[in-house]
């Protein structure tokens, strides 16, 4: 690995395939991966290796912790099932418990946006706080600009999160091997959905809400009834699709799943249908994947299913030899394979 | 999810593929229309369910694919321009033109929107008055009484800041062109269910008569294709040439008449070209002159902008059902989803896309 000073200062990308950030970049697709791939991870390498992944994993003293931040700009502010603060205390907990890790403290930047309503900044900061308290963190440090009217976005949250790693395990994708299960803590494409409903103003019979929730309670009764848990990841941008993905290219494995045993709300893949989407590939905010043995299925189900934010958990499929890409494949409702591919970009609502 | 899990069956699915398979004497190639269709058949793995002697081949029915390239540049053109408000179907954004796509456009500064109805796009002209409105008018006959009708409202309501950049198609023709090009090996038609819930299906009798093709109008699910290729194969295993109707719960013989009345009242039939393929007759709708005032090609001076298509894209093959996309010598190497030398590799209903999203190679996915 080069060192910083040695790092090339010219630009990794071909100027001429991207010569300007696209919004398809922060999508969690291919486009995404490629920018953390070729630009952020050969710049930062430094004397750790920093984790592409939810939090990175380290050691301080005797202790072991976590670490990882996000920065949340979701449009509109406020939507059915939460809101920007919850939403940032949330993805960060969500994060660190990925790792495995317990979450202790959390900071909060905040980037406002003059104008910004002094009610609607109490309502986010409020959540926040009840947020936090149900996660069983604090907030302990932050920091506030203001910036002038129409240099941002009415409101942008930075979180950075701790957490502490109390057991042996190393969860992470390396991990992870042929003949796990592949468990789900519930119903995917909610988040997703209930932010372009409102965002574009689609009315449907029933209104969506989001999935948003801290996934710390049941990951943490995992580890403490001592499953070995091989890798967890939380279904963000680009839904439970990327996060297959993800997993089976950094450990070289095949993943196959069953369509039939994916759980997708009744309103959901309606939405999604009229669309055009694949609620597969759809952001969740509060479910999370969990590669395991295939002898602790039953163990980790009934565990998961005690909690409220993952009483839908569903065994969806299982772990197969190494296989070249693409790796992850889906058996259709009527029976077929087919490959289950990551995202290239944002999804495109279709014509007809 | 009801009128949905019906349709996906995995039982019933079954009973149809084995009934085909019981009545399958003789090889047969049919093509299904609609990209909607090939996305069903790629993504379920229908025709992984069907006997070998059955060939499906993928039409030319995706709008996104066949919108010229010259029309993209004109819609560059017309985005990039301070004034504008560009507003579009989401899966036009990634469709390359000769430099460059409507999202580049976007990144760098262009105000294009997607929209999920025309309309939306006349109620933006009308809460933005200072600025040029734009729909990009582009789809078969299923998306045209929606845009008619915008441009019906945009007359009623008097918007002088409301234009269309017109591209829409038409199906019989392009059915006729893959019919009377050489070499053409498709034996019947799954015609597209939701084209004719508009127009009806009288068109395709004469089609049916002087082709001799059976031509079935068939849904978007996986039982709707199965039957639809189980009457195709009925069809041709006694040497009927027929039209008929798999899309009953949809269709009627007649269609929609307030759609296709608004549309002849706002268009026109007129000779239009399609991507890959060339210009086909009388194949596309145009503004008729007495809107000429809402045609964004001369409000914006780009009627004039001729492009030459990419010569290592094979798309028009695929349009027409002469070349499966992996037979296309750039498929996922030169030709990816971000890196598209067509729009069958980016559209939402484009073959390429579908083969590989779900496919990716000429033989189906093992487990």
């Known amino acids: ?352 | 999810m009801k009128f949905i899990d019906e349709y996906r069956d995995s039982t019933a699915t079954k009973r149809y593929a084995q009934e085909i398979a019981r009545i399958t004497t003789r090889p047969w190639t049919l093509m299904e229309v609609c990209g909607g269709q090939t996305h069903a058949i790629i993504k379920f793995g229908i025709d992984e369910l069907l006997p070998k002697k059955i060939e499906l081949i993928h039409g030319p029915g995706c709008p996104v694919c066949v919108t010229p390239v010259e029309i993209i540049d004109k819609a560059l053109e017309i985005a990039s321009r301070p004034e504008v408000i560009f507003c579009s179907f989401g899966d036009m954004l990634r469709v390359p033109g000769s430099q460059t796509d409507l999202l580049a456009v976007k990144a760098r500064g262009g105000d294009v929107r997607i929209v999920y109805s025309p309309l939306d796009a006349v109620k933006l002209a009308e809460a933005n008055p200072q600025r040029q409105v734009v729909f990009f008018a582009v789809g078969f006959e299923t998306t045209a009484p929606a845009t008619a009708m915008t441009v019906y409202q945009a007359s009623q309501k008097g918007l002088k800041n409301f234009s269309l950049l017109v591209s829409h198609v038409l199906v019989p023709p392009a059915i006729e062109a893959v019919l009377g090009s050489e070499g053409c090996r498709v034996q019947a038609f799954l015609a597209a269910g939701h084209v004719c819930a508009v127009m009806g299906y009288e068109e395709y009798f004469p089609i049916a008569a002087r082709y001799r093709v059976p031509i079935v109008v068939t849904g978007f699910e996986p039982l709707d294709i199965l039957q639809g290729v189980l009457m195709c194969i009925e069809q041709l295993e006694i040497g009927r040439a027929e039209v008929q109707n798999q899309y009953s719960r949809s269709v009627r013989q007649s269609g929609n008449r307030p759609a296709r009345e608004l549309m002849a009242r706002v268009f026109q039939v007129v000779p239009r070209k399609w991507r890959g393929v060339g210009e086909i007759p009388m194949s596309g709708l145009g503004l008729r002159h007495e809107y000429d005032g809402f045609d964004a090609e001369h409000r914006f001076g780009v009627a004039e902008i001729r492009v030459e298509e990419s010569s290592e894209c094979r798309s028009g093959l695929v349009l027409q059902g002469k070349i499966k996309p992996h037979e296309c010598p750039a498929f996922g190497t030169r030709c990816t989803p971000e890196h598209p030398l067509g729009a069958t590799m980016v559209s939402s209903e484009g073959a390429c896309a579908a083969y590989y999203r779900y496919r990716r190679s000429p033989k189906p996915v093992t487990s």
């Open chain 1, 1 to 352: 690995m080069e060192s910083a000073a040695q790092f090339t200062l010219s630009c990794p990308f071909p100027i001429q395939d991207y010569p300007q950030i696209l919004m398809a970049h922060g999508g969690g697709g291919r486009l995404m991966h490629q920018l953390l791939d070729n630009m952020f991870l050969p710049a930062f390498s430094g004397s750790t290796l920093p984790s592409p992944h939810d939090a990175s994993v380290f050691q301080a003293g005797n202790t072991r912790l976590a670490m990882t931040t996000d920065s949340y700009v979701v449009r509109p502010m406020c939507f059915p099932g939460g809101n920007l603060g919850s939403l940032a205390v949330h993805g960060t907990v969500n994060d660190l418990a990925m790792a495995g890790a317990r979450p202790l403290y959390l900071s909060a930047g905040f980037i406002i946006e003059e104008g910004l309503r002094m009610e609607t900044l109490w309502q986010i900061v409020s959540s926040m706080r009840e947020a936090a308290n149900a996660a069983g963190v604090s907030i302990i440090t932050g920091d506030t600009k203001v910036v002038d009217k129409g240099k941002g976005d009415g409101l942008f949250i930075n979180t950075t999160g701790v957490g502490i790693v109390e057991h042996p395990l190393s969860i992470s994708p390396q991990s992870v091997q042929a003949g796990d299960a592949v468990l789900v803590s519930g119903d995917v494409g909610r988040h997703g959905m209930a932010i372009m409903a409102v965002r574009e103003g689609l009315a449907f019979e029933s209104t969506i809400e989001s999935d948003s929730a801290s996934l710390v309670l049941p990951v943490l009764d995992l580890l403490r009834q001592g499953l070995e848990i091989h890798c967890m990841r939380d279904l963000t941008r680009g839904g439970l699709t990327s996060v297959l993905n993800e997993i089976a290219d950094a450990s070289q494995l095949g993943i196959s799943v069953e369509e039939k045993h994916i759980p997708v709300r009744g309103d959901v893949r309606a939405a999604c249908e009229i669309l055009g989407l694949d609620p597969l590939q759809v952001a969740c905010e509060g479910r999370f994947a969990v590669f395991l043995p295939q002898s602790q299925i039953e163990a980790a189900l009934e565990i998961l299913r005690r909690h409220q934010v993952s009483a839908g958990a569903t065994h969806i499929g299982k772990v197969t030899q190494p296989s070249p890409a693409p790796r992850v494949t889906l058996r259709s409702v009527i029976g077929a394979q087919r490959i289950l591919d990551m995202p290239s970009g944002e999804q495109l609502p279709r014509i007809c």
